[in-house]
């Protein structure tokens, strides 16, 4: 069983629907993260929270808000997405910030956008 | 502009043989880098990091070597075994930030 928790698995979704992804971990972190796994792209980097604070917001579009209740939890809202919105959407955390250490990511929630 | 490059999409080997997988990067302000593989269906998981301060580092089968001059980095598996097939994503971030640039990922297929 894997320390970062997405759920759902597999999202599809039409471009008016509202919905979000889920991440949890049960790692003690302090940190965590949302990247964007796009075909044939790197991963991307999109929201950072630290003590449930975000620090890093890389010039994602507002039809992504992230909220951090806690340090256990990350939630990603999604609405009016666009097709090209459909990708890996993967959770991480860390303990820090910094990665010098390294980060521990979910397994993903799939998205498709009709 | 992608400043953390692996530009082969794939790589086969046999088993036992040596895997060699390359990074190359742009910003000469990257200092740590870090090693992740992926299997189909899970997450990227850690496997090696090497800070910009050494030229080698080595845990067991997998060792990394940092040239710096040459803004490159690789990942050696001896001997190659057909459970590390699975795609290996380079990974930088300058100043022991937070900010990690990945490449696309190589699919390495080790054949038995």
């Known amino acids: 069983e894997t320390g970062v928790t997405q759920t759902p698995r597999h999202l599809v979704m039409g471009m008016t629907n509202k919905k979000s992804l889920k991440c949890e971990q049960h790692?003690?972190?302090?940190?965590m993260y949302w990247y964007k796994q796009s075909a044939k792209k790197p991963l991307e980097l999109m929201f950072v929270y630290s003590l449930e604070e975000r620090v890093e917001n890389n010039s994602v579009p507002s039809r992504f808000s992230p909220e951090c209740p806690n340090s256990s939890h990350l939630f990603l809202h999604l609405h009016t997405l666009q097709p090209e919105d459909s990708a890996l959407y993967l959770c991480a955390s860390s303990q820090g910030v910094t990665v010098t250490g390294e980060l521990f990511f979910g397994e993903g929630s799939r998205l498709t956008v009709l | 502009d992608q400043q953390v490059k692996q530009n082969s999409p794939s790589l086969s080997v046999q088993e036992g043989r040596i895997s060699i997988l390359n990074c190359d990067y742009t910003?000469?302000?990257?200092?740590?880098f870090l090693w992740y593989k992926k299997y189909p269906a899970e997450g990227p998981t850690f496997l090696i990091s090497i800070s910009s301060i050494k030229d080698k580092n080595e845990d067991g089968r997998f060792t990394v070597f940092l040239n710096k001059s040459a803004k490159h980095l690789s990942l050696h598996i001896v001997p190659s075994q057909p459970g590390d097939s699975a795609v290996y994503f380079c990974?930088?971030?300058?100043?022991?930030?937070?900010?990690?640039?990945f490449g696309k990922g190589t699919s390495l297929l080790v054949t038995p």
């Open positions: 990974a930088a971030t300058p100043n022991s930030g937070y900010a990690l640039n």
């Open positions: 790692l003690g972190h302090n940190a």
């Open positions: 910003n000469s302000m990257f200092d740590y």
